[in-house]
């Protein structure tokens, strides 16, 4: 278990690392991954793929201002 993680969806401390800069909550079943001060968030799929869930916990404000602009001016 890591100490001082709490899940940013359950707010459980059971967080488990399962690598380098990977962990994974069994309170809600997600995994973290976890780079300097950016977290994602991902759901595990139940053919073992991830997708990601940062848009739920972070919205448009947590993304780079550059690829903000990047989306914008391709959907003109």
Same mark, same amino acid.
């Given at each position: 278990?890591?100490?001082?993680?709490?899940?940013?969806?359950?707010?459980?401390?059971?967080? %488990?690392?399962?690598? =380098?800069?990977?962990?994974?909550?069994? $309170?809600?079943?997600?995994?973290? /991954?976890?780079? &300097?001060?950016?977290?994602?968030?991902?759901?595990?799929?139940?053919? %073992?793929?991830?997708? =990601?869930?940062?848009?739920?916990?972070? $919205?448009?404000?947590?993304?780079? /201002?550059?690829? &903000?602009?990047?989306?914008?001016?391709?959907?003109?």
């Amino acid at each position: 278990m890591v100490n001082d993680m709490r899940c940013p969806n359950c707010n459980s401390k059971d967080i %488990g690392k399962i690598g =380098s800069h990977q962990f994974y909550c069994w $309170g809600c079943f997600i995994e973290l /991954t976890v780079n &300097g001060d950016k977290m994602s968030v991902y759901q595990v799929e139940e053919d %073992g793929t991830l997708s =990601s869930l940062d848009d739920l916990f972070f $919205g448009d404000d947590w993304l780079p /201002t550059d690829v &903000g602009e990047t989306q914008t001016s391709t959907q003109m």
